[in-house]
C-alpha cells in the first residue's frame, strides 16, 4: 500500500533532519569551536611578507596583550613562495623573504604559544600568480603539515580545470585531513557560489564577500571589488543562521587602525565583526599601531561577544537609513547590541528591550561595552552616537547576577 501523504513528508522531514545533524553536517576537525582569532599580513603588507615581519609580528602579538586577549594565529597571506614548483613538484618558500624556510618560522611562532597559518589557492595560480595547488592537493597538505602549519586560507584564483568549486575545497579538505596535522581550513571564494548554503561540512570558514578595503563605504554593487566595512555589513544582514561552532562566515579580516578609517569607524567595525561572530583576524601593522588601535582589538568585552555561542550569530532588527539596531542573543540570555549611526552627524538611537529581544521586566542591566560603565533601565536602550559610529551594550532582563553561562 503507498504511503500516505503525511507518512511520506513525516519521512523527508526525519531525513532532512538527519542530514542536518548527522556529524558530516559540519567538518568534522574539532577545530574553531569559536571564531578564530589572529593575523593575516594581506591587508597591511600585501607581497611584502617575510620570516622577520611574520615573527616580530608574533612578538608583537604577545607584548600588546593580544595574545592575551585571544589572538592565536599568525597567517601568511600570498607571495610566500617561488614562482616555479621544485624539482620533485614541492611548494617552494623565497629564500630572499623566508631563509630558513616556513618550518622555522612555524617554530618560532609556536615557541610563542602561537600558531602559524599559511595560504594557498583551488586553482593554478595564487591571485598573486605563484603556483596553485590544484592537482597537487595532497603533496602540498603533507608539506605543509611537516611544517608545523595550522591554519590554510585557500583562494580561488586561477585556472580551474574543469573542476566544481566544490570538487575544489573539498579535495583539500581531504588532502589536509590525510596529512594527519589539524589545520583550520579558511576558504576564500569570496562568496561567488554562495558558500553560506554549502560550506559548512567542506571548511571551517568561508568568505562571504569580495576583498574588504579600509573605507567606511563604497557603495559599489554588492558583488563589485573592493568592499567598505557599510557595504560587507549590509551583505551579513541575512546570512546569520547559517554559522555554529566549526563553521563560520567570513566577512574577511579586520582593517582596524588601518587606512582612512577613523577611530569611530574602527570601532564601529569591530563591533560588528565581534556581533557577527566573525574571525577576528587583525590585519594591521601591530608592531606599530598606536595605543587607540591597540585598545580597540584587545576589548575583552567585545571580544566576548564574538566568543560566545548563544545559538545563533548576531543579526539585524533595524535599518532605517540613519539608524540601524543590530542584536545578538548571547548564551546566559542576555542580548548584545549595537546602536549604529552609519551616515554623518550624530543621531539619537533609541531601542526598547522588546525590539532587541528580551522579556518584560521591571528593570534590566545594562553593560556599555566600550566605555565600560554599568546601568540600570526600565526598557529603553538609547544613545547619541556621532559619525559612523555605534554604541555597544549587553542588556540583561533583571540583574545580572541571576543569569548565568550554560557551560
Ligand atoms: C584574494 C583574497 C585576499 C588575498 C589576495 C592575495 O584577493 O581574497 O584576501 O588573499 O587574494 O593575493
Known amino acids: 500500500m503507498a504511503a500516505s501523504r503525511k507518512t511520506r513528508m513525516a519521512i523527508a522531514a526525519m531525513m532532512l533532519w538527519m542530514l542536518a545533524f548527522t556529524p558530516a553536517y559540519a567538518l568534522d576537525n574539532g577545530l574553531a569551536r569559536t571564531p578564530p582569532m589572529g593575523w593575516n599580513s594581506w591587508n597591511s603588507f600585501h607581497c611584502d611578507v617575510s620570516a622577520k615581519l611574520v615573527e616580530a609580528t608574533a612578538d608583537a602579538m604577545v607584548t600588546s596583550g593580544m595574545k592575551a586577549a585571544g589572538y592565536v594565529y599568525v597567517n601568511i597571506d600570498d607571495c610566500w613562495l617561488l614562482k616555479k614548483r621544485g624539482p620533485r613538484g614541492d611548494l617552494v ?21 602561537l600558531k602559524l597559518g599559511i595560504y594557498e589557492s583551488a586553482g593554478t595560480t595564487t591571485c598573486a600568480g605563484y603556483p596553485g595547488s590544484i592537482g597537487h592537493e595532497k603533496q602540498d597538505a603533507a608539506q605543509f603539515a611537516r611544517w608545523g602549519v595550522d591554519y590554510l586560507k585557500y583562494d580561488n584564483c586561477g585556472d580551474y580545470r574543469g573542476e566544481t568549486y566544490l570538487q575544489r575545497y573539498t579535495a583539500m579538505r581531504d588532502a589536509i585531513s590525510d596529512s594527519g596535522r589539524p589545520m583550520v581550513y579558511s576558504l576564500c ?50 546570512l546569520s543562521a547559517a554559522s555554529h561552532p566549526g563553521a563560520w562566515n567570513d566577512p574577511d ?26 574571525p577576528l583576524i587583525a590585519g594591521n601593522d601591530l608592531r606599530t599601531m598606536s595605543k587607540e588601535v591597540r585598545d580597540i582589538l584587545t576589548n575583552r568585552e567585545v571580544i566576548a561577544v564574538d566568543q560566545d555561542w548563544g545559538g545563533r550569530q548576531g543579526y539585524r532588527v533595524r535599518d532605517a537609513g540613519k539608524t540601524q539596531v543590530w542584536v ?39 553593560r556599555n561595552l566600550w566605555q565600560h560603565t554599568d546601568s540600570v533601565s526600565h526598557g529603553r536602550i538609547e544613545a547619541n552616537v556621532a559619525t559612523h559610529s555605534v554604541a555597544m551594550f549587553r542588556v540583561w532582563a533583571g540583574s545580572k547576577d541571576a543569569h548565568k553561562s550554560p557551560k
Open 328 to 366: 545578538k542573543p548571547m548564551s546566559d540570555g542576555s542580548v548584545a547590541v549595537i546602536l549604529l549611526n552609519p551616515g554623518r552627524g550624530p543621531v539619537d538611537i533609541e531601542a526598547t528591550a522588546q525590539e532587541i529581544g528580551l522579556k518584560h521586566a521591571d528593570d534590566y542591566a545594562v
Open 93 to 113: 618558500p623565497d629564500p630572499r623573504k623566508f631563509p630558513r624556510g616556513i618550518e622555522a618560522v612555524a617554530a618560532y611562532v609556536h615557541r610563542k604559544g
Open 253 to 278: 579580516m579586520l582593517e582596524v587602525g588601518n587606512g582612512y578609517l577613523t577611530a569611530d569607524e574602527s570601532r564601529a567595525h569591530f563591533s560588528l565583526w565581534a556581533l557577527l561572530n566573525a
Open 189 to 238: 571564494e569570496w562568496g561567488n557560489e554562495a558558500p553560506w548554503n554549502w560550506a559548512q561540512p567542506v571548511g571551517n570558514l568561508w568568505r562571504t564577500t569580495q576583498d574588504i578595503t579600509p573605507r567606511w563605504k563604497t557603495d559599489q554593487p554588492d558583488n563589485a571589488y573592493p568592499r567598505g566595512i557599510m557595504d560587507i555589513a549590509d551583505q551579513q544582514a541575512a
